[in-house]
C-alpha cells in the first residue's frame, strides 16, 4: 500500500462501489422462495450520503444482479447503478462517458479480482480489508474495516478528511442544539 497522496485525493469528484462484498461482507443469503437478503451496515449507508452532501456523484457496478441492490441503491440516492455487470470496465468507461470525468477524478472501492480493471485505473483505488491479496497489491489504500463492516465509511472519510470537506460537513452536526 501507498502512502496517501493528497493531491490524488483533490481531484475526486466521483465515488463508485462495487456492492457484493463492499457494501455487504460478501454472504449471500437465498431464502427459501429463492429471494435474496442482504445485510447493510448504516455508517456506510450515512458516509454514502456525506459524500453526496459534499457534492460528489456516487455509482455501483455490481458483478451480481439484485432487488435488494436497487432498493439500497434508491434509499441513498445513489445516481449511477449498473448490476449484472460481468466485465465491469467498458461500463466504467461508459460510465466515465456520460458523466465527463477522467478516471483520475474518481476513486473505486473493492474485494476481488473483478475489480482489478477499475481499481488499477482509477485515481484513487480502494480494496476493503477483506479483499483477495491481488487487489490489495495495487490498492492506493488499505481500509482497516472489512466489506460491510464500515469500510466505505473509512474510504470516505479519509478522502473527505484529506481534501478539506469534513470539517464544514460536521458544522451540520455541532450546531444542532
Given at each position: 500500500?501507498?502512502?496517501?497522496?493528497?493531491?490524488?485525493?483533490?481531484k475526486?469528484?466521483?465515488?463508485?462501489?462495487d456492492?457484493?462484498?463492499?457494501?455487504?461482507?460478501?454472504s449471500?443469503?437465498?431464502n427459501?422462495?429463492?429471494?435474496?437478503?442482504?445485510?447493510?451496515?448504516?455508517?456506510d449507508?450515512?458516509g454514502?450520503?456525506?459524500?453526496?452532501?459534499?457534492?460528489?456523484?456516487?455509482?455501483?457496478?455490481?458483478g451480481?444482479?439484485?432487488?435488494?441492490?436497487?432498493l439500497?441503491?434508491q434509499?441513498?440516492?445513489?445516481?449511477?447503478?449498473?448490476q449484472?455487470?460481468?466485465?465491469?470496465?467498458?461500463?466504467?468507461?461508459?460510465?466515465?462517458?456520460?458523466v465527463?470525468?477522467?478516471?483520475?477524478?474518481?476513486?473505486?472501492?473493492?474485494?476481488?479480482?473483478?475489480?482489478?480493471?477499475?481499481?488499477?485505473?482509477?485515481?484513487?483505488g480502494?480494496?476493503?480489508?477483506?479483499?483477495?491479496?491481488?487487489l490489495k497489491?495495487?490498492?492506493?489504500?488499505?481500509?482497516?474495516?472489512?466489506?460491510?463492516?464500515?469500510?466505505?465509511?473509512?474510504?470516505?472519510?479519509?478522502?473527505l478528511?484529506?481534501?478539506?470537506?469534513?470539517?464544514?460537513?460536521?458544522?451540520?452536526?455541532?450546531?444542532?442544539?
Open positions: 500500500m501507498r502512502s496517501i497522496d493528497k493531491e490524488k485525493i483533490s475526486i469528484k466521483m465515488f463508485v462501489f456492492l457484493d462484498g463492499v457494501f455487504t461482507d460478501g449471500i443469503i437465498i427459501e422462495d429463492g429471494s435474496e437478503s442482504k445485510v447493510y451496515n448504516v455508517l449507508g450515512h454514502v450520503k456525506l459524500w453526496q452532501r459534499a457534492g460528489f456523484k456516487t455509482a455501483i457496478i455490481s451480481r444482479a439484485t432487488k435488494a441492490t436497487s439500497r441503491a434509499q441513498l440516492s445513489i445516481e449511477y447503478v449498473f449484472g455487470c460481468k466485465e465491469k470496465l467498458p461500463v466504467f468507461e461508459s460510465l466515465l462517458d456520460s465527463k470525468l477522467k478516471p483520475e477524478e474518481v476513486a473505486f472501492i473493492g474485494d476481488d479480482v473483478i475489480d482489478l480493471p477499475i481499481l488499477t485505473r482509477v485515481g484513487f480502494v480494496a476493503v480489508a477483506n479483499a483477495v491479496d491481488e497489491e495495487y490498492a492506493d489504500y488499505v481500509t482497516s474495516q472489512p466489506g460491510g463492516k464500515g469500510a466505505i465509511r473509512e474510504a470516505i472519510e479519509l478522502i478528511k484529506n481534501n478539506g470537506k469534513w470539517d464544514s460537513l460536521m458544522e451540520r452536526y455541532l450546531t444542532q442544539g
